[in-house]
């Protein structure tokens, strides 16, 4: 009894008052999801990311945020003579690249400004991006929008790219996926195909994460 009584204090254990059956708690059920989230995802965007490349015949990358920005944990190549390499473990720009620019969108201000300040400052930005507030603009459009496209002033010469967010069940972003190509080797306009897919593949690994707040 004094077990289920601290059970019960911390969360893990709650007691049904009509029936006196004891269930899991909102902190366990809490702690299964955050579990969920942090043990499955890479797994399931990792699968993303090689359907994606077997749709497209493009380079795909899958990134995630750490104490040091976004980061690129896995990238599949495809079937082409020319194709661009994207190093494991690179830490990308937040404004002149694809996936930071996720990030940057949907992350709170209070997690990208410093770095955002600090990029503008040394100039890193992209041009046109001379003040916070001018990366505010770009920032808005890509949450309006619900993609990130870079065809010019790519932090890579001669690249570009472009990246979708993914959610996870609290309907935060968790991880960005990017397509990346030669620069004028990929139809990057609003509707092409390339970006269909890219979008849908974020929506269906944000689904399979437990998000219920989808970009259109």
Do not use: C
Request: glycine share 6%.
């Amino acid at each position: 009894h004094r077990y289920l009584v601290s059970l019960i204090r911390t969360g893990l254990v709650e007691q049904d008052r009509l029936t006196s059956h004891y269930h899991l708690g909102p902190f366990a059920l809490n702690l299964g999801l955050v579990a969920l989230d942090r043990v499955d995802r890479i797994r399931l965007g990792l699968a993303a990311i090689s359907d994606l490349r077997d749709v497209t015949n493009e380079t795909i990358a899958l990134a995630v945020w750490n104490d040091h920005g976004p980061v690129v944990v896995r990238w599949e190549r495809p079937r082409k003579p020319i194709t661009v390499n994207v190093l494991t473990g690179t830490t990308l720009d937040l404004l002149s690249s694809a996936s930071g620019r996720v990030f940057s969108a949907w992350l709170p201000e209070e997690q990208t400004e410093a770095r955002i300040r600090r990029e503008i400052e040394s100039g890193k930005a992209p041009t046109g991006i001379l003040t916070l507030d001018d990366a505010r603009h770009l920032l808005a459009d890509v949450r309006k929008q619900g993609i990130s496209v870079i065809s010019q002033h790519y932090f890579a010469h001669n690249v570009e790219a472009a990246a979708v967010p993914v959610f996870n069940f609290k309907n935060e972003v968790s991880m960005a996926i990017a397509i990346v190509g030669v620069e004028g080797t990929m139809n990057l306009e609003a509707e092409s195909p390339t970006l269909a897919a890219l979008r849908q593949a974020g929506r269906d690994l944000s689904v399979r994460l437990g998000a219920t707040m989808l970009t259109e």
